[in-house]
């Protein structure tokens, strides 16, 4: 059997980026588009447990007159009477791209009250940034109560787009109006997996699940530390356990645990995209330039909560109490330079981490009619 969609979409998007900083060049670029899209898609099942899909979209970008297409496709396979139970593998890939883009800029100060600003802009006269995806996932059932999901993805970027602090600091020769006077064109690699495991046990009583994320995330950065570093963002280890218990039809408590190792980028934004570019040694004692290396103590947390979700009315009421970091850990969140003084006189800096919220409650209420 075969099946399909189609849509249309048009689109007048206008982004206005005006930036007077004391120490970045001013910045007034204007960009107006009109992106007209289109998208198709298909599938067909062959055989007694195949599945094909295969799709596209279709953009049309007036700034550059050309026309940018998005294909994907996917491969199914279900197997529901194995010797281990029901079973599905999936394998998909496709090219996406982004047409308006998100960039952080980062306040001048080290310890300025706002940190940083994010703006969103057209890609302008530079690439189109795209991205080449590949996943695959497996998923059994091996009963009612009992379920395992495996994941791998691998993504590569071969254009995508960055703030410039070079070019907000100098860069005189460029326009000031184009979205270059702040940005830049770069590539980065990402690839990982997950796995998921989760049972029922005394009749879908109680319930338990454990997880795990990888993720390995690599950033062209030549233009500000000569060489490629681990994304900012990126969190390589994540684990979580989380237990329910149905104590009655509308009651119901949960606990969870989750942990992350291995963060970088330990330093407020703005000691490496800030001093790093603008004074060749920003503290005596420190270099900013091996973000890879700052590492983030570990992450951990335990939360507990209790939820009410009785129907009264018509109405469906969810009155929900979460004891969050109940353990009252103060999980890191980046670090400062502090000066170490002796007489007046700074004889050093010393690093300071900047702690997240300990224990806190929080108390809700929804109410669906």
């Known amino acids: 059997s075969a099946s399909g969609t189609i849509g249309l979409q048009a689109d007048r998007v206008v982004s206005d980026v005006d930036v007077k900083e004391r120490d970045y060049l001013p910045i007034f670029a204007n960009v107006k588009s009109t992106m007209i899209g289109s998208h198709l898609s298909g599938s067909y099942r062959f055989g007694e447990y195949w599945k094909l899909s295969l799709g596209s979209r279709f953009t049309y970008l007036d700034k550059k007159r050309s026309i940018y297409a998005e294909p994907r496709v996917s491969l199914q396979y279900d197997e529901p009477d194995s010797r281990i139970g029901y079973w599905s593998a999936k394998l998909s890939g496709g090219l996406y791209r982004q ?20 703006v969103w802009s057209h890609a302008g006269t530079a690439g189109i940034p795209k991205s080449y995806h590949l996943a695959a996932s497996w998923y059994a059932a091996f009963s009612e109560a009992s379920t395992l999901r495996l994941e791998a993805f691998y993504k590569w970027q071969p254009v995508t787009t960055i703030t410039s602090y070079q070019n907000l600091l ?9 979205v270059r006077a702040f940005a830049e064109s770069t590539e ?15 009749e879908g009583t109680y319930s338990v699940t454990l997880g795990y994320d990888y993720s390995y ?15 900012p963002w990126s969190d390589p280890h994540r684990a ?11 009651v119901t408590a949960a606990a969870k645990w989750q942990g992350v190792w291995g963060r970088s980028w330990a330093f407020r934004d703005s000691y490496y995209n800030f001093l790093q570019v603008a004074d060749a040694e920003p503290t005596p004692d420190r270099s900013f330039s091996t973000p890879g290396n700052d590492r983030l103590s570990p992450f951990l947390q335990a939360d507990l909560s ?8 018509g109405a469906d009421v969810d009155i929900r109490l979460d004891l969050v970091n109940i353990f009252n850990r103060e999980n890191a969140l980046d670090r400062r330079l502090e000066p170490k003084r002796d007489d007046g006189t700074v004889t050093g800096y010393k690093p300071v981490e900047r702690a997240m919220p300990g224990f806190y409650p929080r108390l809700s209420l929804q109410v669906k009619l």
């Open 170 to 178: 100098g860069g005189e020769n460029l326009d000031r109006s184009e």
């Open 240 to 250: 979580y356990l989380r237990a329910m218990v149905h104590l009655t039809p509308v």
């Open 188 to 202: 980065m690699s990402a690839l990982g997996g997950s796995v998921r495991a989760s049972h029922w046990f005394d």
């Open 217 to 231: 995330t690599r950033l062209n950065m030549e233009s500000q530390f000569g060489k490629t570093v681990p994304a």
């Open 306 to 313: 209790l939820m009410y979700q009785p129907s009264a009315g």
């Open 99 to 118: 047409f308006i883009n998100q960039y952080s800029i980062t306040n001048t100060g080290a310890s300025a009250v706002v940190p940083s600003f994010s």
